[in-house]
C-alpha cells in the first residue's frame, strides 16, 4: 500500500528504509527534514492515513532506531550498527524474567528456557558491531546463573561442601557460606573464581560471544 511513498521518495533522490508502516528517511538538515516530513504526511494523506505524530520526529540518525537498531560513532569517525537503548532494556527485563531465583526451576531448565530466548535474541542482533556489550551481556547473565545455583544449595554447609568439591579453597568456600543467603552478593568475583566459564559452557548457559 505504501509502494507510492516509496516511489517518490526515490524519485526525488532520498534514502531511506521502511518496513510495513515504519520508517527512517535521511537527509542533510533539519530544514530538510522537516520539507520530507511534510511531504510524507501529504503523501500518506492521499492514500487517507495519518502519520502518527507522537511517535515521528525530526532527529539526529543517532537518536533515533529503527527494528530495535540504532547507529553510534566508533574511533575514527566511522559509523556503526548497535542493539537500540530501550532494546537493551527489554532484553535484560526478559532475562530476569526467565531467570527468577523463586521460579521453582531446577537449573537445567532454567538455563533450557534462556538458551531458547538469548539465542533467538542473538541470531536477530548478529549485524550489530558491539562487542563490549555482548561480552558485558554475557558476564551479567553468568552472575545471575551463579545467584540461581547459590539458591538451589541453600544450606551453608552445603554451599561450602559444593564448593570444595569444585576445587574452592577452603577460604573462598568459607567466605560464600558464611553469608550463605546473600545470593547476588555471593555470586560475584568471589564466586566467579570456582563457577567458572567453564562450568557455564557445561550448564549450556547461552553465550552472545
Known amino acids: 500500500m505504501l509502494d507510492e511513498v516509496d516511489k517518490e521518495l526515490e524519485w526525488r533522490g532520498h534514502s531511506f528504509v521502511r518496513y510495513a508502516d515504519d520508517a527512517n528517511v535521511y537527509v542533510r ?4 527534514g522537516a ?3 511534510q511531504l510524507l504526511r501529504e503523501l500518506y494523506g492521499q492514500l487517507r492515513l495519518t502519520v502518527n505524530e507522537t511517535k515521528s520526529t525530526i532527529a539526529s540518525v ?3 532506531k529503527f527494528l530495535g537498531y540504532s547507529f ?5 569517525g566511522k559509523i556503526k550498527r548497535r542493539v537500540a537503548t530501550k532494546s537493551i532494556a527489554t532484553f535484560k527485563q526478559r532475562v530476569r524474567e526467565l531467570t527468577r531465583r523463586s521460579g521453582g526451576y531446577s537449573l537445567d531448565e532454567v538455563v533450557k528456557r534462556l538458551r531458547v530466548y538469548v539465542l533467538g535474541w542473538k541470531a536477530y542482533f548478529m549485524l550489530a558491531d558491539t562487542p563490549g556489550v555482548w561480552s558485558d551481556l554475557d558476564q551479567w547473565i553468568r552472575h545471575r546463573m551463579r545467584a540461581i ?3 538451589h544449595w541453600k544450606r551453608a554447609q552445603t554451599i561450602y561442601s559444593e564448593l570444595l568439591a569444585r576445587k574452592a579453597s577452603p577460604d573462598v568456600a568459607a567466605q560464600v557460606a558464611v553469608n550463605a543467603r546473600r545470593w547476588w552478593r ?7 573464581s570456582v563457577l567458572t566459564l567453564a562450568w557455564a559452557d557445561r550448564l549450556g548457559i547461552p553465550r552472545l560471544c
Open 29 to 32: 538538515s533539519r530544514r530538510a
Open 35 to 37: 520539507r520530507v516530513m
Open 62 to 64: 543517532f537518536q533515533r
Open 72 to 76: 553510534w560513532v566508533a574511533p575514527g
Open 149 to 151: 545455583q547459590l539458591k
Open 186 to 192: 555471593n555470586s560475584g568475583m568471589l564466586l566467579n
